[in-house]
DNA sequence: TCATAGGTAAACAGACCTGTTTACTTCGAG
DNA sequence: CTCGAAGTAAACAGGTCTGTTTACCTATGA
């Protein structure tokens, strides 16, 4: 329970993250997350209307953008893939929520999906920016390309629970690299 | 519905995996199964006394083995992408039913997640049958990474119906693959 | 002091879920 | 012809889900 915590609201959502990270949105009803939060179920309709609200609020706060940083892009990059290694590696791992949201809900026009979407476009970006600092040749190709290799693992990762694949990851991810800076190298000279 | 079709064992495996797949397995009762299936739930139940049992039914008959071909290994691997592509450009694509099944099923003892990790065992390997014909430094690590790129690529499409995933991926995994094979070539000289 | 905003607990409505049961039908093999 | 296997339709049991409602409590600021 988060009793002790901050206000209803941050309470509710609080709960809600880690029984529908935990467990999955279908899987959780209104009536756990509320217990959860020791709140009534009453106070949580009057700050989420519907479980929808709830859901949406939930991939909203999960909607975080990678704090910028001025270490050379392809550590940055690199990193990324350690992050998530460790984050396997922790056990507590099940998936990325986008697209588990994505998954557990049916209506395309859920306004979880469009957060889906724009979710992984922003991380495609994020690459994208990276990438033109190291001056490949063609960026967004290479930014799709890593982002693949990372909802890979996610997907690799929730199935079966082995760092391993985070690692593999990072080592294609070099392998990728060193192409498109060795062709931008040999156009070079 | 399937009234028309074979025995009422088939009609209801066929209506489980038009539904469990296209609307996902919590969604979807085994009601309407009984109903698509044109067979009532008593007979349901006499072919499948729990809803998990149609539930690994519905996995069982998606494991499919690739069928074994002469082709060369690297067309092979790459016609793999231009599959999922055409699948996904067919827009009925939901992503993998194996990783969907572990997304929507929270019971790691289930018997659809073991049936997942092997499915995805299975592929792994067939990577790597394949790359040890192409001789390769270490097929072992190759196949995991295309592995985690056709991964990628089912979760992205899931997110966004886009076939350009399908190509990025092949992109990549030819960049990998001539990576795998110029490293060799160079250790020959 | 006391009205009110915001909270609690608990019951309820109505829908849907899994799984069982009952009573009836159909049809083919001996 | 008749018996039994396998099917149907439909109701039911017991549970859970979302969302609403009722009646009560408590703290705070005018």
């Not at 901050?6 to 959780?28: H, M, S, T």
């Amino acid at each position: 329970m988060y009793k002790s915590a901050a206000r209803p609201g941050e309470r509710i959502l609080a709960a809600a993250d880690k029984l529908f990270y935990e467990q999955g949105i279908r899987a959780v009803g209104v009536d756990t997350i509320a217990a959860e939060a020791g709140v009534s179920k009453r106070t949580l309709y009057n700050y989420y209307p519907t479980k929808d609200d709830l859901i949406a609020a939930y991939l909203t706060a999960r909607f975080k953008h990678i704090a910028p940083s001025d270490a050379p892009a392809r550590e940055q990059i690199l990193a990324y893939f350690e992050r998530i290694e460790a984050m396997v590696a922790d056990g507590s791992f099940r998936g990325c929520p986008f697209v588990n949201a994505v998954t557990e809900i049916g209506d395309r026009k859920h306004a979880a999906i469009a957060l889906a979407v724009q979710f992984k476009e922003q991380r495609r970006q994020w690459y994208r920016a990276l990438l033109e600092r190291l001056q490949v040749k063609d960026p967004d190709a290479l930014a799709t390309q890593l982002q693949l290799l990372v909802e890979g693992v996610l997907a690799t990762s929730l199935v079966r629970g082995d760092p391993g694949a985070a690692r593999a990851a990072r080592a294609a991810a070099e392998v990728l690299l060193d192409a498109a800076i060795a062709r931008k190298a040999r156009r070079k000279r």
